[in-house]
């Protein structure tokens, strides 16, 4: 592939985006989190040994059959559901066959023609849908790794079950693919059917990507760029990758059906392999294995398992906590998340509003968190805890920002708000005898800020605030010292 350079500015992408249209189509492939491999007993956890998760079968040997998975169908059965797609009754494993060190047994068993899942969909924040095409079942294969002086090939991954999620070429910007991404990973967490850790590959994609000119109907030759295993890396290939194509065509040269490795370090794509030397893999349905057959009844005891999805919990806590929809798509975001604000509003005992909570949780609360590295499964703070602290807010016995002092000791103390908020004597002030005496010092003391204020003069106001509270060392209650500060400049003091 010749390395173009590539235009970077923001003009020069909207002006190329005026130009062309991308069309762009995912593959999501992600693997399930079942205890063992899909067609023999297995483990599929992940770094362990190199070769220990290993059987005959999975090493390729001749003379073992392969026993499907149950759990894995269960969960691909979730999975189908929770897009409202189709589950066909009666579904094949064929061998897709070609050679590589880390498929021994020289296929890779997975869906061809006859897929458990077609027709499911996905709504976009701005309201447009991607049509998912298929969902199939099928086995990872083993790793090939490679050293100095020689390779190495693990088989451990060998058999892992996947889902490749397809879906039609209907998204057409960087932001609408990963949002689409950023969906369908939140969903399987949702549904407990993978961990969607990117960094050890169970959750990665493949992005197809064509341009065609704006108002043209034909869709244009499109490449594909292999296993991208970040939402950031998928918005910058596939930005890459427009600008990279819109050159081309610019220059009257045309695209190259081809495979593509997306570098993250240099954020360019690079050939892998051209697509017309495409393997003919030789699909055929596999002999060792009978079709599956998913009846009714068992969709429909997988179907009342399934969990509040995020979109709906979204629209819920807007709707029963009045709170915005970007805090709510936040806290929607991870189902124990979800999970944990529930606890704390219900704990606040309704000295708080839902709204605070939300603030408190998507800000303080995550940004600790996350400096943490805190798992949900033993938060660095229990909702007990947090909601302690935010009724002692609510009712007014300390300020937000000795709310803030409060949470930081907490944790470096491990030590409950009450006792922090006793050993310190950090109680709000709400005695407006004693605000009163403190603001008038104030105004004793700038003489020039309180002339600037009656010249109506706003920020002067804010600075008098500012140095009550100063004194009073954060303690006096602001909404007090607010009043009592203009009853005193208003001359009703
Ligand atoms: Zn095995």
Redesign the pocket.
């Known amino acids: 592939m010749s390395s173009t350079s590539v235009g970077q500015s923001d003009q020069s992408f909207k002006g190329l985006l005026a130009r062309y249209e991308p069309v762009i189509g995912l593959e999501i492939h992600c693997q399930l989190s079942t205890a063992?491999?899909l067609?023999?007993?297995?483990k599929t956890e992940f770094g362990s040994l190199p070769n220990q998760?290993?059987?005959?079968?999975?090493?390729g040997l001749p003379g073992v059959l392969p026993v499907i998975n149950k759990t894995a169908v269960d969960y691909a059965i979730r999975m189908a559901l929770a897009i409202g797609a189709t589950i066909r009754e009666k579904s094949v494993f064929a061998r897709k066959q070609y050679f590589y060190p880390d498929l021994p047994k020289g296929f890779q068993l997975t869906q061809y023609d006859l897929p458990y899942c077609e027709n499911g969909s996905m709504l976009l924040d701005n309201g447009r849908t991607v049509r998912i095409e298929r969902i199939h079942m099928e086995e990872d294969a083993g790793k090939n790794i490679h050293g100095d002086n020689a390779s190495y090939v693990d088989l451990n991954r060998?058999?892992v079950p996947l889902l490749e999620i397809v879906s039609a070429p209907d998204m057409h910007s960087q932001e609408e693919a990963v949002d689409y991404l950023k969906k369908i990973h939140a969903i399987v967490r949702y549904l407990g059917v993978s961990d969607g850790n990117m960094e050890e590959g169970s959750f990665r994609c493949d992005v197809n990507i064509s341009l065609r000119r704006r108002g043209v109907e034909k869709l244009g030759t499109r490449t594909e760029i292999k296993n991208v295993n970040s939402f950031k890396n998928v918005e910058r290939a596939i930005s890459y990758e427009i600008m990279r194509q819109a050159d081309l065509l610019d220059s009257g040269e045309s695209i190259r059906q081809a495979t593509l490795l997306f570098d993250a370090a240099t954020g360019r794509t690079s050939m892998m392999r051209s697509k017309e030397d495409a393997p003919d893999y030789r699909y055929f349905p596999e002999p060792d294995l009978g079709p599956l057959y998913i009846s009714s009844d068992r969709i429909k005891a997988i179907a009342a398992l399934i969990p509040e999805l995020p979109e709906a919990k979204k629209k819920r806590f807007q709707e029963a906590f009045g709170i915005p929809e970007a805090d709510a798509a936040q806290l929607t975001e991870e189902a124990a998340l979800a999970a944990f604000f529930e606890d704390v509003v219900l704990k606040v005992e309704s000295k708080v509003a839902p709204k605070i909570v939300a603030n408190w949780i998507n800000t303080e609360f995550m940004r600790e968190f996350n400096n943490r590295q805190s798992s949900w499964q033993k938060p660095m703070l229990s909702s007990d805890a947090l909601a302690e602290l935010l009724r002692y807010l609510g009712d007014g016995t300390i300020s937000g920002k000795i709310a803030k002092t409060v949470f930081e000791e907490m944790l470096e103390k491990k030590a409950s708000a009450k006792s922090i908020i006793d050993a310190k004597g950090l109680v709000q002030i709400s005695d407006t005898g004693e605000i009163n005496k403190v603001v008038a010092d104030i105004i004793a003391q700038f003489p020039d800020q309180v002339a600037q204020h009656r010249d109506g003069k706003p920020k002067v106001f804010g600075f008098l605030v500012g140095q009550v509270l100063k004194v009073s060392q954060g303690k006096f209650n602001p909404a007090l010292v607010n009043q009592s500060l203009k009853d005193a400049l208003d001359g009703n003091a």
């Open positions: 063992s491999k067609f023999c007993a297995c998760n290993t059987c005959p079968l999975c090493l060998a058999g």
